[in-house]
């Protein structure tokens, strides 16, 4: 019996010796790696402009809220998505480097939409913003009132704060985008953009990257370049469009995070020096309503 399991060994071990380097080579011909270096080096600049924001963007509620167990108290319903948000974010990036742009779109949208939803259920946990939700109110009362009764009876606290998840059932409960969006306007939450449409722009423009417009899909593109099925190229047209996508998005994303964690920023010199430093790469890199916004709060 020992023998026969011996020989057993042996044999995967053979099989695994043969199949596993050629499985590991198909699988870096597949991941893109060989392009990351031309494509970082083509539009390096705005790689690096965004990759920039980016990390302010993560930064921001870990500098600035005293430690983590303030951040957790502060905003349990609203920091799992913003640390899920920012690998997504941080993946497009990465996906397009390699040449999977119509990925590189998807992650992009969905770090977006995964971020303000998390700002969403953070300010319904207030009761001011709860008491004042006429858009959501409008858009489907019961569905609304039966989320915000859920978020009451919660047994979430500071010592387990995602006990939330445990507690609801969110698919239950989703607005729209559109009217998340209008409603946090509303609440005054996104200066100083104060124009839904602003906040919209993106989310309706990478779902057409993402599976309403065929014509924005990687198969187009390779097909009118007449490349290969299957086969990776670098395209430029299509970095630009992901980058310019990706500034506006991280843009906002900054200015509605800045609004959040607010309350910590003023009166604190620390913070304060923080939060300027980061304005001013923000603003020369030419993120406008990031830059506006924190010199506005910091400012005040």
């Known amino acids: 019996m020992g023998d026969n ?15 596993y380097p050629n499985t590991l080579d198909y699988l870096k011909s597949r991941i893109g790696i060989e392009f990351i270096d031309e494509s970082l080096s083509s539009q390096f600049l705005l ?14 509620p870990v500098h600035i809220i005293p430690n983590t167990k303030s951040l957790h108290e502060y905003s ?40 303000i939803r998390g700002l969403f259920m953070y300010y319904l946990t207030i009761k001011k913003y709860r008491d004042n939700a006429c858009i959501l109110i409008k858009s ?15 047994k979430s ?5 995602l006990g939330l998840y445990d507690d609801i059932n969110l698919d239950k409960f989703q607005f729209n985008m559109s009217d998340i969006l209008k409603q946090l306007v509303k609440w005054e939450v996104t200066q100083p953009i104060d124009n839904f449409e602003i906040l919209y722009r993106p989310f309706k423009e ?9 014509d924005k899909s990687d198969y187009f593109y390779f097909m009118i370049n007449q490349e290969t099925p299957f086969v990776r190229v670098i395209i430029q047209e299509r970095m630009h469009e992901f980058n310019k996508a990706f500034k506006e998005v991280i843009d906002i994303l900054i200015v509605l995070v800045t609004n959040l964690i607010s309350v910590f920023i003023t009166n604190n010199p620390k913070n304060e020096i923080f939060m300027n430093e980061n304005q001013k790469m923000l603003e020369t890199m030419g993120f406008i309503n990031s830059s506006n916004c924190i010199n506005k709060i910091v400012n005040i």
């Open 5 to 19: 399991y011996e020989s057993k060994e042996t044999e995967f071990d053979k099989a695994f010796n043969k199949l």
């Open 47 to 60: 790689y690096y402009n965004n990759l920039t924001a980016l990390r302010i963007f993560k930064d921001i």
């Open 76 to 115: 349990p319903y609203f920091f799992p998505y913003h640390w899920d948000s920012y690998d997504y974010l941080e993946r497009s990036i990465f996906e397009c480097l390699s040449t999977y742009y119509g990925i590189s779109f998807s992650l992009l949208r969905i770090g977006y939409d995964m971020n």
């Open 140 to 154: 489907n009362k019961k569905k609304y009132e039966s989320l915000c009764n859920a978020i009451k009876n919660s």
């Open 157 to 161: 606290d500071e010592h387990f704060p």
């Open 206 to 214: 990478l779902s057409g990257y993402v599976h309403t417009h065929p």
